[in-house]
């Protein structure tokens, strides 16, 4: 299966490249900050850093501890990988110019920063509907709850997860670069994505305009809709809890959740469902959806998590310049 996507993606990736004269793009990087250069590296460089930094520590803390082998943390799992990788698709690239060096993306590399940006973004939306599903067993289905989520079902859903945002972003990679590139090859943007590429674009894009708006914009609300539906279906349930222990111990798990979920999508509706674009905000939103919301997560699900708290202690024990202190 896995060859048989790479081989369809190199055919679509060639027929691409031959509709196109562009061989590299430049990436003009933030609009409006000439001049602020240094401070943007050492500011991004350390979002950068605290989001590697507290995504591993998760994952190290979730891994090392065997009472938080549950179906909840192996999706927390899955999400601190996708944070890891997903600021990764442009960070590196834009902190590299930021530095003093060439702005220039070659053809192959724009295609591929496209496609990981959005298939990690989905698979991301895809993963926060799973773990509300979670939730939403583990709270409104308590009895069944090992039943409903066993290793089986998990795996499914965390492969579909990763499958079908893998589709989504082939079908906006395609959409986007089947277009010839032939005249002007600036990128007004940090890096690759659809709406600046659509503008160098030497063809009418207002169908595709269209097409990929639709595209962009229903994933994610379906999604949401699912999230909202689920979210109903747990407060209900919450409230017929008697004891007001457990109302507190499951609006804290829900309220950290509902906290990542909100920091994800706002960003998505700023960027791509507004009526008339706003390229500084645009980029100031995406650098929060890129560097900020993943640099949260860990704290948000750590902080008033017990036991990942607990096992990062753990974790951090056994770091011997930090057990000395």
């Known amino acids: ?8 993606f190199s ?5 691409m490249m031959n509709l196109s004269i562009v061989t590299h793009f430049v990436l003009l990087g933030i609009p409006h900050t000439e001049g602020l250069e240094t401070t943007l590296f050492v500011l991004f460089l350390s979002f950068y850093i605290f989001t590697l930094v507290g995504n591993l520590l998760i994952l190290l803390a979730i891994v090392s501890s065997s009472r938080l082998h549950t179906p909840m943390y192996f999706f927390l799992c899955q999400l601190s ?11 590196p690239k834009m902190l590299f110019y930021l530095s003093g060096n060439t702005q220039v993306i070659s ?5 591929c920063q496209l496609f990981f940006y959005h298939f990690l973004g989905c698979t991301e939306c895809f993963l926060y509907t799973v773990m509300t599903y979670d939730r939403f067993v583990a709270i409104c289905h308590p009895l069944r709850y090992s039943t409903i989520m066993n290793h089986r079902a998990c795996a499914i859903l965390a492969t579909g997860t990763s499958f079908f945002g893998c589709i989504q972003a082939t079908f906006l990679t ?3 670069f089947q277009l010839p590139y032939c005249g002007p090859n600036e990128v007004d943007y940090y890096f690759c994505d659809i709406p600046a590429m659509l503008k160098l674009a030497c063809a009418d894009t207002s169908a595709l305009e269209m097409v990929g708006l639709i595209s962009v914009g229903l994933m994610p609300l379906s999604c949401f809709l699912l999230i909202l539906t689920s979210y109903s279906c747990i407060l209900c349930s919450i409230l017929q809890i008697r004891s007001a222990e457990g109302r507190h111990r499951a609006f804290s798990t829900c309220s950290a959740h509902l906290t990542a979920i909100l920091l994800a999508f706002m960003p998505v509706v700023l960027i791509y469902l507004q009526p008339t674009p706003n390229p500084w905000l645009n980029a100031a939103v995406q650098v929060l959806n890129n560097l900020v919301t993943p640099m949260l997560n860990p704290l948000i699900y750590s902080l008033r998590n017990k036991e990942v708290k607990c096992s990062l202690k753990k974790v951090l024990q056994q770091v011997p310049i930090l057990s000395k202190k």
């Open 1 to 8: 299966m896995p060859l048989r996507l790479y081989s369809r």
């Open 11 to 15: 055919c679509i990736f060639e027929t």
């Open 81 to 91: 990988m996708c944070d890891i990788f997903f600021p990764s698709v442009s960070s």
């Open 107 to 111: 053809y192959a590399g724009c295609v």
């Open 174 to 176: 395609t959409l986007t």
